[in-house]
């Protein structure tokens, strides 16, 4: 399995700016999230999905910030205007969850390498 | 509050067992720990994950208390490629979204 694919890798933009960070999940995985991480605020979980329907947005900053899973197999993280507050490493995580009782969820998130957004 | 304690760095000898201990004194009974780590400038890499009883895999061994308000994380011979911050991590499961919180992490150095 190629694991959780991300692109772009870097990604350098102006502010004002529209930014696209795409995600592909593992084939078969039901849950998809996004994070955000920054030297000051760590790892932040921004969205998240189950079977393509966004279960949570709390996380997303503001309403530059979107985010869509049209199929299984790809998800967008859209932020429009971009500001330089924005740039940090953004990750795209999938998982699995199956089965009933204790072991229904290992919690097992997959990772992919990351976007970095650079607004200059 | 945070739910997670962990030491913020920790030093280990190349070849050595590395223990990385977690505070969580506010577990439920319900909640899971979690370990996961991040090597410089990859994703986090989940290693292991335990409700009470001590789980052993290829990768890691994990210690829980008998009253669940700790545990340790042992990689029992570190190499230079173990250097990474590891998250403690006391949730339900990922998919109760924001209740999985990755902290600060403890910054293990594997030293040659």
């Known amino acids: 399995d190629a694991g959780v694919i991300q692109s772009p890798r870097h990604e350098v933009t102006e502010m004002g700016q529209e930014v696209t960070l795409r995600c592909k999940p593992i084939?078969?995985?039901?849950?998809l999230f996004w994070y955000r991480q920054t030297m000051m605020r760590g790892l932040e979980l921004l969205i998240y999905f189950n079977n393509n329907v966004p279960i949570d947005d709390s996380g997303m900053p503001e309403d530059r910030f979107s985010a869509k899973m049209p199929n299984a197999s790809f998800s967008t993280l859209k932020i429009q205007p971009s500001e330089p507050r924005d740039s940090a490493v953004y990750f795209c995580?999938?998982?699995?969850?199956?089965?009933?009782?204790?072991?229904?969820?290992?919690?097992?998130?997959?990772f992919g390498e990351g976007s970095r957004l650079t607004v200059l | 509050d945070a739910k997670t304690t962990q030491p913020t760095s920790m030093d280990c000898a190349e070849g050595r067992a590395a223990n990385l201990p977690c505070n969580h004194s506010?577990?439920?009974?319900?909640?899971?720990v979690y370990w996961y780590r991040q090597i410089h400038s990859q994703g986090p890499q989940y290693i292991i994950h335990?409700?009470?009883n001590n789980e052993t895999n290829e990768m890691a061994s994990l210690i829980i208390t008998e009253d669940r308000k700790s545990s340790t994380l042992i990689l029992p011979h570190a190499t230079l490629r173990d250097t990474a911050v590891y998250y403690c991590?006391?949730?339900?499961?990922?998919?109760?979204?924001?209740?999985?919180?990755f902290g600060p992490g403890t910054r293990l150095s594997v030293l040659p």
């Open positions: 506010t577990i439920s009974g319900n909640e899971y």
């Open positions: 995580a999938s998982s699995l969850h199956q089965g009933a009782g204790e072991r229904a969820n290992t919690g097992e998130l997959f």
């Open positions: 335990g409700l009470k």
């Open positions: 991590i006391v949730s339900r499961g990922s998919n109760y979204g924001q209740n999985f919180v």
């Open positions: 084939s078969g995985h039901d849950y």
